[in-house]
């Protein structure tokens, strides 16, 4: 599977296409803004978008799913843990001097130990609640998709609504570092990392701040 990142909007957070080499269908992932670059992406590779996958329902991730769904006819997929932040979009937004369309219905639920099917790739979905109630992870062939779990270095916040830091900590050691230490983590903001990396070096995981 080839993933291909885009950091998008005011607050640039990762969007990314997640294109299955083999049959080129696609799933976009947390298209948080400038969808109409995002879809010009995926039609310069060839990629044929299937699926809206989310990894959390945070404006900065789920600002152009309303246009990526209306363009596409994709399904929308999120953990109903994030239903009210995800219906709760537009108004956040306005608190932060941004305007965003209300994102229609999720179509699909995901659940944690949920496999997505993306053309012949295959993606697994790892509930890892922290940074917010329904928080995701992606897991693929040698990489995952982690959201604002994890970051190069750092680790998502737990301040806002839903947050919960030992929570966030405790999934992030369950569910992700228990990956194989040269899986690439593809974040939700900055740059791509490895597990081992961040098991070695995270201070928010080696007990520095924990």
Partial sequence: MKIIGFAVGPFQANAYLAICE???RCALVDPGAEPARLLAAAAG???????I????????????????????GA??????????????????ALAFGVEIELPPEPDHELQD?????????QLLVRHTPGHSPGHVCLIGDGFALVGDSVFA???GRTDLPGGDYRTLLEAIQEKLLTLPDDTVLHPGHGPATTVG????????LTGVFG
């Fill in 22 to 24: 083999e049959t080129g």
């Fill in 45 to 51: 590779e060839g990629a044929r978008i299937e699926s």
């Fill in 53 to 72: 996958l989310l990894t959390h329902a945070h404006i900065d991730h789920v600002g152009g799913v309303a246009a990526a769904a209306r363009a596409t």
């Fill in 75 to 92: 399904p929308i997929y999120l953990h109903p843990a994030d239903a009210p932040l995800y219906a709760a979009a537009p108004e956040q």
């Fill in 113 to 121: 130990g949920q496999v997505l099917q993306v053309g012949a790739a």
């Fill in 153 to 155: 270095g750092s680790i």
């Fill in 197 to 204: 990396r961040e098991r070695l070096s995270n201070p928010f």
